[in-house]
């Protein structure tokens, strides 16, 4: 399906021709630990774009050509990465392997397949209020959190919601919250995979067993939401948790003390044995009650890394909505490793995606304690799937034939047209983009 590359193999079901990229004029070093993305350390060595192409989009348009774009480089180093690791070139020859039946093809991972069609035609949906966006039905969607720009905005905009109306329901004057940030030391040549399972691992049992039972009760915690965040910097992969604990007892200052003191204790023990860096009592650990609003604290929303995330809004963003964040300074967040050009300078931005992607795979990112969801009458939680189901159920606008997707599926900014237009209403339009989208024959290397 990677037409718009034609050293690229393409998936089953496409031919072997390809198209321009051009868009029709616009009508449309040493150990480190942080508690968020902060610290100093080493400069980095990475591609002059490291700083430089910070996410910029700020409108609701732009953040969806953003979201397509890095769909589609992210398709485009994974579909790589996965040849390579068969032992076959990145780059396939003209032509070759452009079927599942053809010498050459691998199947790449699910996140590369994401917007593969899976039926004889493409549906454009849109129901029809301005204030609701336009979809796509009959493609295979991946359902990744982690590692699809486009389907993690579906999926953390709904667990957003989930954790702020949580939020918003155990807050009284009886109940109270508490914001904990763990991190572990790391270095740059600490694998992902490592790091991250040490951190998950570790989560798992810092909450079972007696102990957590006596902290429950000492602390009067009811349950939390757990989420864990990644990011890369100068000092390589920074893993690390954060945790909101829904407490019926009020939190003085000796109390946030004590409960940071036990809490770090058990975290050091575990993350460490498990293979983490050994934690400093300074930066391996951050408690913060939550305001009376359901707001967290303005200390740690000055950490606050999503440019259009405003100190007064709420906790379930600032938990779930990780596709918006922007690194800070010298620090990154995966998707922004998906804005860099795609040459041969940026292989080993590829294969940092490839090994995140990879690290990811299976992974929960957002977790609920058990009866938590009972307790403060949140419904049963959806699957990451039944989700992306729901945008499926708005009123059919348009329908594209196969060979028309074939050409431009990876034409991101282009697909994004098509919905802008068709939230317009402007169906004329929409097919004004399919017909101009040409292909052109491939040539021999």
Excluded at 421 to 444: F, N
Aim: charged share 30%; hydrophobic share 35%.
């Amino acid at each position: 399906m990677l037409l718009d590359h034609p050293d690229i193999q393409a998936p089953p079901g496409t031919n072997t021709r390809s198209e321009t990229l051009e868009r029709r004029s616009k009508p449309v070093g040493d150990d480190v630990e942080r508690s968020g993305n902060g610290g100093a350390g080493e400069a980095p060595e990475a591609p002059p774009w490291y700083i430089a192409n910070k996410s910029s989009a700020s409108t609701a348009n732009e953040w969806r050509r953003k979201r397509f774009e890095r769909r589609q480089r992210s398709s485009d180093w994974l579909i790589r990465g996965a040849r390579m690791e068969a032992g076959l070139p990145p780059v396939a020859a003209a032509g070759e392997g452009a079927k599942a039946s053809e010498d050459g093809w691998i199947r790449p991972p699910r996140p590369a397949r994401c917007r593969w069609r899976v039926a004889e035609t493409v549906g454009v949906h849109h129901s029809g209020d301005l204030d609701t966006n336009a979809h796509f039905s009959g493609l295979e969607r991946c359902a990744s959190i982690w590692a699809c720009p486009v389907c993690s905005a579906v999926i953390r905009a709904e667990r957003a919601t989930d954790i702020q109306s949580a939020v918003e329901k155990w807050q009284t004057d009886e109940n109270h919250l508490v914001f904990v940030t763990l991190t572990m030391r790391h270095k740059r040549t600490d694998k992902l995979a490592v790091t991250l399972n040490a951190a998950l691992k570790a989560w798992s049992k810092v909450t079972s067993g007696r102990a957590w039972v006596n902290f429950k009760n000492q602390f009067g915690v009811q349950g939390f939401v757990r989420a864990v965040e990644v990011t890369l910097g100068e000092n390589g992969w920074h893993p690390h948790i954060h945790a909101l604990l829904f407490t019926n007892k009020p939190m003085t200052a000796d109390d946030q003390e004590a409960l940071s003191s036990a809490l770090f204790d058990r975290w050091v023990k575990y993350v460490t044995s498990l293979g983490g860096g050994i934690p400093s009592k300074l930066r391996g650990i951050d408690v913060r009650p939550a305001t009376k609003d359901g707001k967290v604290v303005a200390q740690y929303l000055s950490k606050v890394q999503e440019k259009n995330l405003k100190p007064d809004q709420g906790i379930g963003k600032e938990m779930a909505r990780f596709d918006f964040k922007t690194g800070r300074g010298l620090s990154m967040t995966p998707f922004e490793l998906l804005d860099g050009s795609d040459n041969d300078e940026n292989f080993i931005i590829m294969k940092l995606w490839n090994e995140y992607v990879a690290a990811t795979k299976g992974r929960r990112a957002i977790t609920w304690s058990q009866g938590l969801r009972d307790l403060v009458a949140l419904e049963d939680e959806r699957t990451d799937e039944e989700i992306l189901e729901d945008t499926k159920e708005d009123d059919l606008q348009l329908l594209i034939p196969g060979q028309d997707w074939d050409r431009i599926k990876n034409k991101p900014l282009r697909l994004a047209d098509i919905l802008e237009y068709t939230e317009k209403g402007d169906l004329e339009s929409v097919v004004t983009v399919i017909e101009t989208a040409l292909p052109v024959q491939w040539e021999p290397a």
